[in-house]
């Protein structure tokens, strides 16, 4: 997207006048611009999908970047080198995914209960499965499976294995299996 679409000013309560120059300014630099999409010359479905993942991605930019994000800038030059393009290619080609192993999972629910988001499928003696969809990418099951399971694996830079199907994800324990 053209970056002339983003403006970010700030302004006290007090300056009613110049609230009014910059919105009357920013307004008519977007109507040159056109529609958001026609003119950058992208498809309006295809800028539909992007925008799409992209707004997904915001909660996982926001953690893997947080220390960057936090960095107090003290001048418009610094702004302007903290994000380096190349930077910004290769966080969205590297994005990292969560995966649960269906032959490590335990079925403890430990990650089920924690994920902020309930993309974790699962239940009691079930297989659990991360909805990638609703995925938010924060880590926390990654965090949370207990060690001795280890079962949520950290990907990057290939596809997700496709989930377990419903009808193989009960665990039969070897107790009951007697
Ligand atoms: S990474 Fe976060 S949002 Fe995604 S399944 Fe794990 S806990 Fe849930
Ligand atoms: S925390 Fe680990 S072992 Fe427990 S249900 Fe989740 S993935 Fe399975």
Not at 77 to 83: A, D, I, K, S, V
Request: proline content about 7%.
């Amino acid at each position: 997207m053209n970056p002339e679409r983003l403006r970010i000013e700030w302004l006290s309560a007090g300056e009613g006048v110049r609230f009014a120059e910059v919105m009357n300014e920013f307004g008519n630099k977007v109507k040159k611009l056109g529609p958001l999409g026609k003119g950058e010359g992208i498809d309006k479905n295809e800028l539909k999908s992007k925008l799409e993942e992209v707004t997904k991605l915001v909660p996982y930019i926001k953690l893997v970047k947080r220390e960057k994000l936090a960095t107090r800038l003290d001048n418009i030059e610094e702004y302007n080198e903290l994000f380096t393009s190349d930077e910004i290619d290769s966080l969205f080609r590297e994005v990292i995914s969560y995966y649960i192993d269906p032959d490590k999972c335990q079925a403890c629910m430990t990650c089920s209960k924690r994920c902020p988001v309930e993309a974790i499928i699962g239940g009691k003696n079930q297989i659990h499965v991360i909805d990638q969809e609703k995925c938010i990418k924060c880590g926390t099951c990654f965090e949370v499976c207990p060690p001795r399971f280890g079962s949520v694996k950290k990907i990057s830079g290939e596809p997700v294995p496709p989930p377990i199907p419903e009808e193989k994800r009960t665990i039969v324990r070897k107790s009951k299996e007697e």
